[in-house]
């Protein structure tokens, strides 16, 4: 099994070679994606090379950034996204220092987000509020198993990453029936490629077994086309336009969150 230090020399030389790619290619707008990839692999990798506690933190700062735009999309409160805020980083916390106690405190945190829309006696929005703040624990709240993930949370990371590339990459490309209607642009030849990529990824970094490849290969996917539908729902572009090149920050997370999750019910 691949160690976090193992994968540093990995991670260099993909960074290396996609930007060698990128400057041939003299696209704007590839180039700043690159640069954004440059900044953000670091920090990940070092926040995974500290443990737990690096990871609780790299989740939980992720995580209210991604509660911010998820509530954009959705048009929650600043009450509602601060009681949802407050429950993911707890979930992240309870992950790290007591793991034994996450589906009381998963518990807890729901109520705590049904709570907000009942006591202002919202009989309008209620219901959506409720719904939307259930759906981002549940969603959101998966960022806490990265946190006794070691190394293998950060290869599910990555390969989901190059599988999405190469699907963005291979889909206009190749052509063919779209995937879903949720994501008219995006095509099963991209996705089978990138699905491919993505297993080749788990397999040299020494991580390949039926449940991560099922997790990348199928969770990726879905989890890009979650990330569609709510955005369809909100009829918005991007999550986000704050992270140069990628929108916002759900739009890099997506495809991990429900690889993670699927990993995560595979055992």
């Known amino acids: 099994m691949t160690t976090v230090a193992g994968l540093v020399p990995y991670l260099g030389g993909a960074l290396a070679a996609g930007g060698v790619a990128v400057?041939?290619?003299?696209?704007r707008e590839l180039m700043v994606r690159w640069c954004v990839w440059a900044?953000?692999?670091p920090l990940v990798t070092a926040a995974f090379w500290l443990g737990p506690p690096g990871i609780a933190v790299l989740a939980s700062v992720v995580g209210v950034i991604a509660v911010a735009e998820f509530?954009?999309?959705?048009?929650?409160?600043?009450?509602?996204?601060?009681?949802?805020?407050?429950?993911l980083v707890a979930l992240v916390v309870t992950a790290w220092l007591a793991p034994g106690e996450v589906i009381r405190v998963a518990a807890?945190?729901?109520?705590?987000?049904?709570?907000?829309?009942?006591?202002?006696?919202?009989?309008?929005?209620?219901?959506?509020?409720?719904?939307?703040?259930?759906?981002?624990?549940?969603w959101l709240g998966v960022l806490a198993g990265l946190v006794s993930s070691g190394a293998v949370g950060l290869v599910l990371f990555?390969?989901?990453?190059?599988?999405d590339i190469v699907a963005y990459a291979a889909g206009p490309r190749f052509g063919g029936p779209r995937l879903s209607p949720l994501s008219p642009a995006k095509r099963w030849s991209g996705t089978l490629a990138g699905a491919a990529a993505g297993l080749l990824t788990l397999a040299v970094l020494s991580c390949l077994t039926w449940?991560?490849?099922?997790?990348?290969a199928v969770?990726?996917?879905?989890?890009?086309?979650?990330?569609?539908?709510?955005?369809?729902?909100?009829?918005?572009?991007?999550a986000g336009r704050w992270l140069a090149g990628s929108g916002g920050i759900l739009d890099r997370i997506d495809s991990l969150l429900v690889a993670l999750a699927v990993l995560l019910v595979l055992g």
């Open 23 to 27: 400057a041939a290619t003299r696209r």
């Open 39 to 41: 900044l953000g692999v």
């Open 71 to 87: 509530g954009g999309l959705l048009r929650l409160g600043p009450i509602d996204r601060a009681v949802l805020g407050a429950a």
């Open 108 to 138: 807890a945190g729901a109520l705590a987000i049904a709570g907000v829309p009942l006591f202002s006696g919202d009989a309008e929005h209620g219901l959506r509020r409720l719904g939307a703040g259930l759906l981002g624990l549940v």
């Open 158 to 163: 990555v390969a989901v990453s190059i599988a």
């Open 211 to 216: 449940q991560t490849a099922v997790a990348v």
């Open 219 to 238: 969770g990726g996917p879905l989890g890009d086309l979650l990330e569609s539908m709510v955005k369809r729902g909100a009829r918005a572009k991007d």
